[in-house]
């Protein structure tokens, strides 16, 4: 099976109507889109998604700014999509993002960067699981596949 990440619209970029801009980003890139919701993120489901940050200083206004408004969740999959997917969103602090990747573009911000995608496979499979029933993320074929692998 090809490799899946998760990825996650923030509340800044539903809030700036960047949805589409970002599913486009991933899918002309050659990505498939095979899981979707949106939601309010309770703060028991950030403080488990955000665990690994909860001693860090900014671990409060993370979680503060993750549950303020809806957010998207989605799961794609393609050729090496955990590192394709994280060089397309650009570096974690958007000041830093280099032009041409989704922080770099569309935001200047260290907390509020638009985006969160899975740094590893591990992790893609924990942060999946966290979000999405087995029977949410779809197994279906694709009539152009065979040009993107
Ligand atoms: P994300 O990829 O969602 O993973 C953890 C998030 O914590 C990160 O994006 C940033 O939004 C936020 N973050 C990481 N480091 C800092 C920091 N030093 N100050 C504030 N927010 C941070």
């Known amino acids: 099976m090809a490799e899946r990440t998760f990825v996650m619209v923030k509340p800044d970029g ?3 109507r960047l949805i589409a801009d970002i599913i486009g980003r991933f899918e002309k890139r050659g990505l498939k889109l095979v899981g979707l919701k949106m939601q309010v993120m309770t703060e028991a489901l950030a403080g488990e998604h ?5 001693e860090r200083p900014f671990f409060p206004d993370l979680i503060s700014f993750i549950t303020s408004g809806p957010t998207v ?3 794609w999959e393609g050729n090496e999509a955990v590192s394709v997917v994280r060089a397309m969103n ?6 830093e993002a280099a032009q041409g ?4 573009d ?3 911000s260290m907390q509020n960067n638009v985006v969160h995608a899975s740094d590893s496979v591990d992790t893609a499979k924990r942060e999946i699981a966290l979000y999405f029933n ?3 993320v779809l197994d279906y ?9």
């Open 141 to 149: 074929g694709m009539p152009d596949e065979q040009w993107l692998s």
């Open 134 to 136: 087995e029977n949410e």
């Open 50 to 54: 955000y665990a690994e940050h909860a």
């Open 73 to 75: 969740q989605m799961v």
């Open 101 to 104: 990747t989704i922080r770099g």
């Open 106 to 108: 569309f935001g200047l």
């Open 14 to 16: 539903v809030g700036r």
């Open 90 to 95: 650009g570096a974690t602090n958007s000041l």
